[in-house]
């Protein structure tokens, strides 16, 4: 068990540069299954959910190497279409491995994914489009065996947009001898981010970042490529939040403008000074944060992941902040923390209504999921005192050097072994 320890009142300021996207990553990393060769990732992050992700594709046969930052999978040699159970539960993007799984071996074994930290997390979507397409899946003991022997032209339309039953789908179909069509597609920017490195293996997907994907089949990809991860929107928005909380200034490079548009807008309600440039943005904060109101949606609404790291700003705004999240149902776990550091929040369902206190109080508390534990350091950051956030096991599945990111712009915080 692994701690942070925060002392609060210090301000966040100057200079950095964000990491690549943890979301688009895995997603990407299981794409490079479906090719036949070498592909070269640059900005890959170094979290505890890749690790995870490099396990599994070493079972299935991928061999990957690690030089100078860069992440290389030679997939020539896949030999093994099963995810064992221990590890598909180690993380819930491990269900987007049977999709490219699927794509190349034509058939998968893989158990239901771990993960009910926000929520149930149910795999419907992706058994539903997985079966129409034509897959053969039985369910025996826990474990679901899928075979792809012909898959079947047509349209999939999505109950919901799912960002991963999305990503999935355009994993499974890719190397097929069909044309699918996926309606209500989910539209993020890491659908973008995959299909881009798919086209650049040699597929043929078009129309990801709207509600309408294309996904005409290839007989295969053999290609020896490079490509860089985009940066992580949400790793962008939490290090705004946390210069926004403590008054300071922050300029980060390397960042999509478009990506952030939404968390940009709230800032600017809540009172920070934002300037945008092609690839960089600074904000200034300079007095108590207003309150304002927050609702999630999918892209491009307000991002469910920046949900609680913007509430824990909102802790501390003058007046009272509404927020209502609409994509996973128990998203608030980490509220219980912060009312420990002195939080004024009701919950009434899907809605939590924050009055907004001066500053928060340091306590011990506990991180509960990946994004209620960078909004516990947010507010650590603001606190008046020591704050220790325990289980910090959760914020590094998610989060690259997230402690010596902060201390670098003036955070006093450190990462303690034990609770
Ligand atoms: C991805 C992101 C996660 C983000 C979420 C929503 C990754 C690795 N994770 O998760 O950080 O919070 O998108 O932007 O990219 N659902 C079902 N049945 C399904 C699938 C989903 O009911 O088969 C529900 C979920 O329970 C949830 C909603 O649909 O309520 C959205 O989930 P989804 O978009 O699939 O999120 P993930 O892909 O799991």
Do not use: W
Not at 282 to 302: D, H, V
């Amino acid at each position: 068990m692994q701690s942070y320890i925060i002392k609060g009142g210090e301000k966040i300021e100057g200079k950095t540069n964000s990491s690549g996207s943890k979301n688009s990553s895995l997603p990407i990393l299981a794409a490079t299954i479906l090719n036949k060769g070498k592909t070269t990732l640059k900005n890959v992050p170094n979290i505890h959910d890749t690790k995870i992700m490099f396990d599994i594709m070493k079972l299935l046969g991928c061999n990957i190497q690690e030089e100078k930052g860069k992440i290389i999978i030679d997939s020539r040699n896949i030999d093994n279409y099963e995810i064992p159970d221990e590890l598909m539960r180690q993380m819930r993007s491990s269900v987007i491995l049977a999709g490219a799984i699927l794509g190349r071996c034509k058939k998968a074994t893989f158990s239901y994914p771990g993960g009910c930290d926000i929520g149930s997390r149910p795999i419907d979507l992706h058994l539903k489009a997985f079966k129409d397409l034509g897959i053969d899946i039985k369910e025996e003991n826990g474990e679901i065996y899928c075979q792809a022997d012909d898959m079947l032209d047509g349209t999939i339309t999505l109950d919901f947009p799912s960002v991963g039953a999305t990503e999935n789908i355009i994993l499974a179909a890719t190397l097929s001898n069909k044309t699918i069509c996926i309606k209500n597609a989910a539209m993020e920017p890491e659908i973008v981010d995959l299909q881009n490195i798919i086209n650049k293996m040699g597929g043929n997907i078009s129309g990801a970042g709207t509600k309408d994907i294309k996904i005409v089949g290839v007989e295969k990809l053999e290609k020896e490529l490079e490509y860089e991860v985009m940066p992580d929107r949400i790793e962008i928005g939490t290090l705004l939040c946390a210069a926004a909380i403590t008054k300071g200034n922050i300029n980060i490079k390397n960042v999509r403008i478009e990506h952030i548009l939404p968390i940009v807008y709230k800032l600017e309600e809540m009172g920070c000074e934002i300037t945008l440039k092609e690839k960089e943005i600074s904000l200034i904060s300079k007095n108590r944060l207003k309150a304002c109101n927050i609702k999630t949606m999918p892209y491009p609404g307000f991002p469910t992941d920046m949900q609680p790291i913007i509430a824990s700003a909102l802790g501390v705004a003058k007046g009272t902040s509404i927020v209502v999240e609409n994509i996973f149902e128990n998203r608030y776990k980490y509220l219980s923390e912060l009312k420990r550091m002195g939080a004024k929040v009701a919950i009434e369902g899907r809605t939590a209504i924050i009055k907004g206190i001066k500053r928060y109080d340091s306590a011990k508390v506990e991180a509960t999921d990946l994004r209620g534990g960078a909004a516990l350091i947010l507010a650590a950051l603001n606190a008046n005192g020591k704050t220790i956030i325990s289980n910090v096991g959760y914020i590094l599945r998610g989060y690259e050097n997230i402690d010596e990111k902060l201390r670098k712009l003036g955070a006093n915080i450190y990462l303690r072994e034990g609770e």
